[in-house]
């Protein structure tokens, strides 16, 4: 999994994976039925993702299969026949590893307890590896084919995305001058407000900080 860890590191909008990455990991040996329950449900987030970011419409009830095709088409790939094929290959391993959370998942109904206690037995080392490689490789995919075609950019053209935590200085710099912002039950620094607000704004007074000696004095 240390390839999508690092594009998820690369690429800030992503992080929330990490909760189905860390889960994977602690459960492909020990409750893989639980492992590749969150290898699924990884797979259609990064594509239902995609889908919304690219105002795609996608049912709530539409397959995996269905699902990973928009995902594809909405980055920009064409509906040509290479396209299509390649695209239905990689959908349809993210739709078998759906259909096995299904058969093997202890939520499944009709199962007795040898069958549950059993059900981790049914995939073997080999199989289990090569469904947890194939998730990294179909999730690594969509993510890095999408910010490739669909950069985020700061006003200065060629920047990578800002990342507010990562600005820890400029953030207490801000904050020193225009405090904190109350709204009945709640309280938010002025740094982040204007991060959320106006990122433009932000990164243009952040510029500001970083090239003036003045408030560093």
């Known amino acids: ?12 909008r992503w992080s929330v ?3 189905y990455i860390d889960r994977i990991e602690a459960h492909k040996s020990s409750d893989f039925s639980h492992a590749i329950e969150n290898a699924k449900d990884l797979l259609e ?6 889908c919304t970011l690219k105002n795609t419409p996608i049912s709530p009830t539409a397959s995996l299969n269905n699902i990973l095709k928009n995902a594809f ?4 790939y064409p509906r040509s026949d290479m396209v299509s094929q390649i695209s239905s290959a ?8 759906g259909d096995l959370r299904n058969s093997i998942g202890a939520t499944s109904h009709g199962k007795s307890l040898e069958e549950l206690r059993e059900r981790n037995n049914r995939v073997d080392d080999l199989t289990r590896a090569f469904l947890v490689d194939s998730t990294v490789i179909v999730a690594s995919f969509l993510i890095k084919t999408f910010e ?16 507010y935590l990562e600005n820890e ?8 001058l225009y405090g ?25 007074e952040l510029k500001d900080y970083s090239e003036g000696d003045e408030w560093k004095e």
């Open 1 to 12: 999994m240390e390839r999508l860890k690092k594009i998820i590191a690369d690429y800030g």
């Open 17 to 19: 994976l990490s909760i």
């Open 45 to 50: 987030t990064i594509a239902r993702e995609i």
């Open 73 to 76: 088409f909405a980055i920009g």
């Open 90 to 97: 990689l959908a349809t391993i993210g739709q078998q590893i």
């Open 148 to 163: 490739n075609e669909n950069p985020s950019f700061t006003p200065e053209a060629g920047e990578p995305e800002l990342q």
């Open 169 to 176: 200085a400029f953030n207490d710099f801000w904050d020193d």
């Open 180 to 204: 904190e912002f109350e709204m009945g039950a709640y309280s938010f620094p002025a740094s982040e407000i204007l991060f959320n607000v106006d990122l433009k704004a932000y990164a243009t």
